[in-house]
């Protein structure tokens, strides 16, 4: 058996090499006090992709059994990966990807199967632990092992792999990896959370707090100082790492694989020497336009005019031409793109390195829905709509280190139809990068919200257009939404992207990266956060690795960029109207937990009783008290409230009992406020109302009490029962 042990951070890590699943070109089952995963890499030889991009993919599966459970819903067997699986695999894609040779053209695909796992496992980390060192021993050519770490802030100290438990008390949640001391992965986010005065650490919400003023909502923004020692911090831990890894892996690495060949070069000498003394300007002029769908179109008519032309002059060199025409032009085009940007300064749309296009924003657009915001920045254009609901609109969910389900509150759903980039194919179901864009956009917003009052918020993001930053234009246009939802929130959020072009030494930062320029560039860094900090970021890059100045450089050029966005945002924030007539009314507060079942009723008689004169949707929780109550109509949510509180309010129950003022065998005249399923309610003198059952209305089978009485019809009843609250009634007709 070949096996390797590791102690890193006071942890023991078992690795096992390519005794498990043996036919693969690399393996690893690797353990970690009770967790083990196994990871396998898999090579087509036999297939050559010849499109220019790396064919890998990356599954990580969650197994039931790793946690002693089974798996959740109506069929017991794993199916389609969740939304944690998908970005787990997301994580290891983009920081195993760079490392790959750039004519690599083998299909490969990279599997990890959790096993087994402990309650308090970072499985995103283990994860990226094996696969990268299944990666480093496998037959592939890459000589260079990637580590991760994940920090933590809990009273303005750092945390490195912090625990499940301290996670919940830190204010920082940062994911970096890196080859030898250079990083290739970013993932942050903030937590929000009740802060104490003179207090970092984030407490738990109570009414309490807020009303007496001893504590303050904050989003827990970290400012670009703090990002960057937390940066060096994760720098220096993942280059301890990587050492390890080289100086213990070196004796199990496989002989690399010989490649029977390589993807053809489709870039021809003769055709790239003709463009650039004939048309090169021309081609030049094609790069100036703004519109991804009319700048392809371009392209495509000026590789035909080429092509026609050589045909022309060189009639032999038809059979290979029509190939070699379109990549050799787009060669002389990122090349071209590039040197701008380096040499020149300038960018292909005209602006200035740090400039970001020009934004508009209009808020509320759609008359039915709880909010909207249409954000534009240049080319790009996203819809962000709003819903708001209770608890029962809670997306339910279960994580495989978790014991029970849990339910997500607030949902980011980002939607990339083919018509926003000019594609003419139908709507699919949401992706990978569907799911990582909608997820990062709500990393950024969530810590803004503040707790307490709507139970379940949705926000929808349709990407109308797309040309570049699609997912920070969902980050504005979201933040902007759930204003003009009437969300409390702590402070508007605005994200841009940054883009980097380098060339040895050299370098350019970009703010507000459009297509092109992610395309031709090496760095898609997005950043978002308010003016207080940032709250969510998440870097990929082309380069094997980024040194820290130059994150720098691309933190305070984007804080630059945010302000001026959130300057642009807070102008439309003024503007907002919100649509009254449409958003759901909503009161929530508290009543001592012993009297929920007051308000509940036996046998769910008092709460159903609720729910139908007043047309509300109610959620209790018996632990802590909480009242939420829901509606389309303001007063009936109010009046709920009122009667609920009349309930339970010893004090209401003292100035009015209605065992003193009703008395058995009393007749008065009442007036019919509501008909429900299972009876009347009559207004009583002094204000009260009793219950005039179905059966004293109607006989069983001869027809619907809506034929026999009607609403505001006064009728003579008499007082059959008093009831703590309640007052029954019996119907004197004639």
Request: hydrophobic residues 40%; contains cysteine; negative net charge.
């Amino acid at each position: 058996m070949q096996a390797v042990n590791l102690s890193f951070l006071n942890q023991q890590e078992k690795y096992t090499f390519d005794t498990f699943a043996q036919s693969t070109s690399g393996s690893v089952y690797y353990q970690q006090g009770n967790n083990v995963l196994l990871a396998t890499i898999a090579i087509d030889t036999d297939e050559i992709v010849e499109e220019d991009f790396l064919p890998l993919t990356v599954q990580y599966i969650e197994k039931a059994y790793a946690a002693g459970k089974f798996p959740g819903g109506y069929v017991k067997r794993e199916a389609k990966p969740g939304d944690f699986e998908t970005l787990s695999a997301r994580i290891v894609d983009r920081s195993l990807r760079p490392l790959f040779p750039k004519d690599y053209c083998y299909p490969t695909q990279i599997t990890i199967l959790v096993l087994s796992v402990e309650s308090d496992a970072d499985l995103q980390i283990l994860a990226l632990n094996a696969a990268s060192a299944a990666l480093f021993v496998s037959e592939i050519p890459i000589s260079i092992p990637v580590s991760a770490v994940r920090i933590g802030r809990i009273d303005e100290k750092f945390i490195v792999n912090p625990s499940t438990k301290e996670l919940e008390r830190s204010t920082l949640d940062l994911l970096v990896s890196g080859a030898n001391e250079d990083l290739l992965m970013i993932e942050m986010r903030s937590f929000g959370g009740i802060q104490a005065k003179g207090n970092s650490s984030p407490l738990n919400f109570t009414n309490t707090f807020l009303e007496n003023e001893l504590a303050y909502f904050s989003a827990n923004e970290v400012d670009e100082e703090t990002i960057l020692e937390a940066l060096r911090l994760a720098q220096e831990m993942i280059a301890q790492k990587n050492k390890l890894i080289i100086q213990h892996f070196s004796p199990f690495l496989k002989a690399a694989i010989t490649l029977k060949e390589g993807r053809k070069n489709f870039v021809c000498d003769k055709i790239e020497s003709y463009i650039r003394q004939n048309h090169l300007e021309e081609l030049r002029a094609v790069i100036y336009l703004l519109s991804k769908t009319e700048r392809n179109s371009k392209l495509n008519a000026f590789v035909k005019k080429i092509l026609q032309e050589w045909r022309e002059k060189n009639p032999q060199d038809i059979e290979y031409l029509q190939e070699r025409a379109l990549e050799t032009t787009l060669r002389i085009k990122k090349e071209i793109v590039r040197t701008m940007i380096l040499k020149e300064k300038k960018r292909a749309d005209g602006r200035r390195l740090n400039e970001i296009r020009p934004i508009s924003i209009q808020t509320n657009i759609l008359p039915n829905a709880h909010s909207s915001a249409l954000f534009i920045r240049g080319q790009t254009q996203a819809l962000v709509v709003a819903t708001l609901g209770g608890e029962m609109d809670a997306q339910s969910y279960e994580l495989l280190t978790d014991k029970c389900s849990s339910k997500e509150r607030f949902m980011v759903h980002y939607n990339f139809p083919p018509f926003c980039v000019g594609e003419a194919s139908s709507v699919s179901a949401p992706g990978r990068r569907e799911l990582g864009h909608g997820n990062l956009a709500k990393r950024a917003l969530e810590s803004s919200l503040i707790e307490g009052r709507f139970k379940a918020i949705r926000l929808v993001s349709e990407i109308l257009e797309s040309n570049g930053s699609s997912s920070m234009a969902t980050v504005c246009g979201g933040s902007l939404a759930l204003v003009a939802a009437g969300v409390e929130c702590t402070s508007l959020i605005a994200g841009v992207a940054m883009g980097l072009v380098c060339e040895g030494e050299e370098y350019a930062v970009l703010t507000d990266i459009m297509g092109l320029e992610d395309h031709d560039g090496d760095m898609d860094f997005k950043i978002a956060g308010s003016k207080n900090g940032i709250t969510a970021m998440q870097m990929d890059i082309k380069l094997v690795g980024l040194n820290i100045e130059i994150l720098k450089a691309v933190l305070f050029q984007a804080k630059e960029a945010r302000m001026r966005i959130l300057e642009i945002m807070e102008e439309a924030k003024s503007n907002i109207v919100l649509n009254e007539s449409v958003l759901p009314a909503l009161e929530v507060f508290s009543i001592h937990p012993s009297k929920i079942v007051e308000v509940i009723g036996q046998g769910g008689k008092t709460i159903k009783e609720i729910i139908e004169k007043f047309e509300v949707a109610i959620d209790l929780n018996r632990d802590n008290g909480e009242v939420s109550l829901s509606g389309k109509n303001k007063q009936k949510v109010y009046g709920a409230k009122e009667y609920i509180l009349g309930i339970v309010n010893k004090e209401k129950e003292e100035r009015f009992n209605p065992w003193e003022v009703y008395k058995v065998g009393d007749v008065y005249t009442g007036k019919i406020k509501k008909i429900v399923e299972f009876g009347v309610f009559v207004e009583l003198p002094q204000g009260y109302d009793g219950l005039l059952h179905i059966s004293r209305v109607v006989n069983k089978g001869e027809g619907k009490i809506s034929d026999y009485v009607k609403i505001d019809e006064e009728i003579k009843v008499e007082v059959l029962s008093v009831n703590k609250n309640k007052v029954e009634l019996d119907w004197i007709r004639g």
